[in-house]
């Protein structure tokens, strides 16, 4: 059974850092990667990182250079950096991951950053 659970939302300052975490078990985040997505009220869920298994990454242009995404394999665990945060970037957090075809997400983390 796949599982991926998230941590680290928080209410953070315009301008601070925060990392999430997302920890996979049922799923080897070394063979299948693994994406962070966000949902901010009233708007679509966006990709903003993505590993592969293989480690490269992938950012588009709203978060690059200001969110890292990276992954202990050891652990199986996934985090997302953030900084110079923006009141823009509050949103529910998920992490996203995919074997044999199927799409399992987490539960969802809410990160809220004030002016």
């Known amino acids: 059974q796949v599982q991926l659970v998230e941590s680290g939302g928080a209410l953070v300052q315009a301008g601070g850092s925060l990392r999430l975490s997302c920890a996979a078990s049922?799923?080897?985040?070394?063979?299948?990667?693994m994406n962070w997505y966000r949902q901010a009220p009233g708007k679509q869920r966006e990709l903003v990182a993505a590993?592969?298994?293989?480690?490269?990454?992938n950012y588009p242009d709203s978060v690059k250079g200001r969110f890292i995404i990276s992954g202990d394999n050891v652990k199986n665990t996934v985090y997302l950096q953030k900084h110079s945060l923006k009141h823009e970037d509050t949103a529910v957090y998920y992490c996203?991951?995919?074997?044999?075809?199927?799409?399992?997400w987490g539960q969802g983390t809410q990160v809220t950053v004030y002016c």
């Open positions: 996203q991951a995919s074997r044999d075809w199927i799409t399992y």
């Open positions: 590993i592969t298994g293989g480690g490269t990454t």
């Open positions: 049922g799923i080897l985040i070394s063979m299948n990667g």
